[in-house]
């Protein structure tokens, strides 16, 4: 799973039309795509935010095109 590297879910909705700020976690292989949903978190103990969240996230051309 990806790691999102936003404090909260409210800023990476707002960083909606710009590129992804992330951590690959994977062991297995790169789990960004360019195009398509991303399913990530945030992760308090790797970031430094304080907020856990979850959310997906979907790209289109390399840029965040919709946050749930």
């Known amino acids: 799973m990806l790691v999102f590297n936003y404090p ?7 960083s909606i039309g710009k590129k ?13 795509k360019p195009d398509g949903k991303i399913v990530g978190c945030n992760r308090p103990h790797i970031t430094g935010f304080r907020r856990e969240f979850f959310a997906e996230v979907w790209m289109k051309g390399g840029f965040i095109e919709k946050v749930k």
């Open 8 to 14: 909260s879910k409210k800023l990476l909705k707002e």
């Open 20 to 32: 992804l700020l992330y951590i690959e976690t994977s062991i297995f292989g790169l789990e960004y």
